[in-house]
Nanobody, 123 residues
Framework: EVQLEESGGGLVQTGGSLRLSCAASGVTGDDYAIGWFRQAPGKDNEGVSCIKSSDNSTWFADSVKGRFAISSDSAKRLVYLQMNSLKPEDTAVYSC????????????????WGQGTQVTVSS
Protein backbone atom coordinates (compact mmCIF):
# COMPACT_ATOMS: atom_id res chain seq x y z
CA GLU A 1 0.00 0.00 0.00
CA VAL A 2 1.32 3.40 -1.00
CA GLN A 3 1.32 6.00 1.73
CA LEU A 4 2.46 9.60 1.53
CA GLU A 5 3.20 11.88 4.45
CA GLU A 6 4.03 15.57 4.25
CA SER A 7 5.96 17.58 6.80
CA GLY A 8 7.59 20.96 7.11
CA GLY A 9 4.64 23.31 6.92
CA GLY A 10 4.23 26.24 9.28
CA LEU A 11 3.92 29.98 9.67
CA VAL A 12 6.45 32.23 7.98
CA GLN A 13 6.70 35.92 7.18
CA THR A 14 6.63 37.32 3.67
CA GLY A 15 9.97 36.73 2.02
CA GLY A 16 10.78 33.76 4.20
CA SER A 17 11.48 30.16 3.29
CA LEU A 18 10.15 26.72 4.14
CA ARG A 19 11.10 23.24 3.00
CA LEU A 20 8.37 20.68 2.69
CA SER A 21 9.11 16.97 2.70
CA CYS A 22 7.08 14.14 1.24
CA ALA A 23 7.85 10.64 2.48
CA ALA A 24 6.52 7.99 0.12
CA SER A 25 6.31 4.44 1.40
CA GLY A 26 5.15 1.47 -0.61
CA VAL A 27 6.18 3.03 -3.93
CA THR A 28 7.74 0.37 -6.11
CA GLY A 29 9.54 0.60 -9.40
CA ASP A 30 11.78 3.29 -10.77
CA ASP A 31 9.35 5.26 -12.93
CA TYR A 32 6.88 7.34 -11.01
CA ALA A 33 6.06 10.97 -10.44
CA ILE A 34 5.59 12.88 -7.23
CA GLY A 35 3.61 16.09 -7.42
CA TRP A 36 3.03 18.92 -5.02
CA PHE A 37 -0.36 20.59 -4.97
CA ARG A 38 -1.90 23.34 -2.91
CA GLN A 39 -5.40 24.41 -2.06
CA ALA A 40 -6.33 27.70 -0.48
CA PRO A 41 -9.77 28.26 1.07
CA GLY A 42 -12.37 28.75 -1.65
CA LYS A 43 -9.94 27.94 -4.44
CA ASP A 44 -9.30 24.91 -6.62
CA ASN A 45 -6.53 22.44 -5.99
CA GLU A 46 -3.53 23.82 -7.90
CA GLY A 47 -0.52 21.95 -9.25
CA VAL A 48 2.66 23.54 -7.89
CA SER A 49 5.49 21.28 -8.99
CA CYS A 50 6.30 17.70 -9.87
CA ILE A 51 9.32 15.51 -10.40
CA LYS A 52 9.77 12.33 -12.40
CA SER A 53 11.85 9.65 -10.75
CA SER A 54 13.31 8.11 -13.92
CA ASP A 55 15.14 11.20 -15.15
CA ASN A 56 14.47 13.90 -12.53
CA SER A 57 12.45 15.95 -15.00
CA THR A 58 10.67 18.76 -13.19
CA TRP A 59 7.73 21.06 -13.79
CA PHE A 60 6.71 24.24 -12.00
CA ALA A 61 3.62 26.39 -12.06
CA ASP A 62 4.29 29.87 -13.44
CA SER A 63 3.33 31.35 -10.09
CA VAL A 64 6.27 29.67 -8.32
CA LYS A 65 8.96 29.56 -11.00
CA GLY A 66 12.20 31.02 -9.76
CA ARG A 67 11.09 30.78 -6.13
CA PHE A 68 10.41 27.07 -5.55
CA ALA A 69 12.67 24.11 -6.18
CA ILE A 70 11.90 20.41 -6.12
CA SER A 71 14.34 17.58 -5.46
CA SER A 72 14.26 13.94 -4.55
CA ASP A 73 16.18 11.27 -2.72
CA SER A 74 14.97 8.23 -4.61
CA ALA A 75 16.71 5.74 -2.36
CA LYS A 76 14.83 7.10 0.64
CA ARG A 77 11.65 7.80 -1.34
CA LEU A 78 11.72 11.42 -0.20
CA VAL A 79 10.76 14.47 -2.24
CA TYR A 80 11.45 18.00 -1.08
CA LEU A 81 9.82 21.27 -2.05
CA GLN A 82 12.05 24.21 -1.18
CA MET A 83 9.97 27.37 -1.08
CA ASN A 84 11.76 30.70 -1.06
CA SER A 85 10.59 34.32 -1.27
CA LEU A 86 7.22 33.28 0.05
CA LYS A 87 4.22 35.52 -0.50
CA PRO A 88 0.86 35.72 1.30
CA GLU A 89 -0.76 34.24 -1.82
CA ASP A 90 1.29 31.07 -1.25
CA THR A 91 -0.80 30.39 1.85
CA ALA A 92 -2.56 27.03 1.39
CA VAL A 93 -2.64 23.40 2.40
CA TYR A 94 0.15 21.69 0.49
CA SER A 95 -0.22 18.03 -0.42
CA CYS A 96 2.00 15.59 -2.23
CA UNK A 97 0.71 12.91 -4.54
CA UNK A 98 2.12 9.97 -6.46
CA UNK A 99 1.41 8.21 -9.72
CA UNK A 100 3.15 5.67 -11.90
CA UNK A 101 1.19 6.50 -15.03
CA UNK A 102 1.52 10.23 -15.50
CA UNK A 103 3.85 13.20 -15.13
CA UNK A 104 2.41 16.67 -14.92
CA UNK A 105 0.18 19.11 -13.03
CA UNK A 106 -3.22 17.44 -13.35
CA UNK A 107 -4.38 16.44 -9.89
CA UNK A 108 -6.93 14.00 -11.21
CA UNK A 109 -4.14 11.90 -12.73
CA UNK A 110 -2.50 11.16 -9.39
CA UNK A 111 -3.49 8.00 -7.56
CA UNK A 112 -2.19 8.43 -4.03
CA TRP A 113 -2.34 11.47 -1.77
CA GLY A 114 -1.01 12.59 1.56
CA GLN A 115 -3.05 14.41 4.18
CA GLY A 116 -1.46 17.79 3.54
CA THR A 117 0.45 20.33 5.58
CA GLN A 118 -0.56 23.92 6.21
CA VAL A 119 1.65 26.74 4.96
CA THR A 120 0.75 30.22 6.15
CA VAL A 121 2.61 33.31 4.96
CA SER A 122 1.94 36.44 6.98
CA SER A 123 2.16 39.89 5.43
Amino acid sequence: EVQLEESGGGLVQTGGSLRLSCAASGVTGDDYAIGWFRQAPGKDNEGVSCIKSSDNSTWFADSVKGRFAISSDSAKRLVYLQMNSLKPEDTAVYSCAATASYYGPSARSYDYWGQGTQVTVSS
